[in-house]
Nanobody, 123 residues
C-alpha cells in the first residue's frame, strides 16, 4: 500500500501563485509515476500533470501547459505542483495519485489517491 497526503491548498487571489505538495509513504518502490488531477463539483476528475518517479519524464495536459509545473524530491518522497498566475477557473479540489504501471492521463489507471486539497481562487 501507498499512502498519499496532499497539502498547500487554500484561498488565494487571481494572479497569485501556489505550491501544492504530495507526500508519499509506504511501499513507494511500487510507484512508476505520480500525477496531479483536479475536480470541480459535477465534473469529471481532470488530469493536470504527471511525472515519472525514476526518470523524471513529464506529462502535461495541454490546458495547463505554461502555468503549472510538476516536480519531485525523491529523497523526501514528495511531489509538488507549482501553479502560477492562478485564475478563478483553477478553483477545484486537487488530488495527487500514484500509478504503478505507467504515467497515464486517465484517473482509472491510478492505484492510490490522496484525500485532496481545496484550491479556491477569488477574482
Amino acid at each position: 500500500q501507498v499512502q498519499l497526503v496532499e497539502s498547500g491548498g487554500g484561498l488565494v487571489q487571481a494572479g497569485d501563485s501556489l505550491r501544492l505538495s504530495c507526500a508519499a509513504s509506504g511501499r513507494t518502490s511500487e510507484i512508476y509515476a505520480m500525477g496531479w488531477f483536479r475536480q470541480t463539483p459535477g465534473k469529471e476528475r481532470e488530469f493536470v500533470e504527471a511525472i515519472e518517479w525514476s526518470g523524471g519524464n513529464l506529462h502535461f495536459a495541454d490546458s495547463v501547459r505554461g502555468r503549472f509545473t510538476i516536480s519531485k524530491d525523491n529523497v523526501k518522497k514528495t511531489v509538488y505542483l507549482q501553479i502560477n498566475s492562478l485564475e478563478p477557473e483553477d478553483t477545484a479540489v486537487y488530488y495527487c495519485a500514484a500509478d504503478r504501471n505507467g504515467a497515464s492521463m486517465m484517473p482509472m489507471d491510478y492505484d492510490y489517491w490522496g484525500q485532496g486539497t481545496q484550491v479556491t481562487v477569488s477574482s
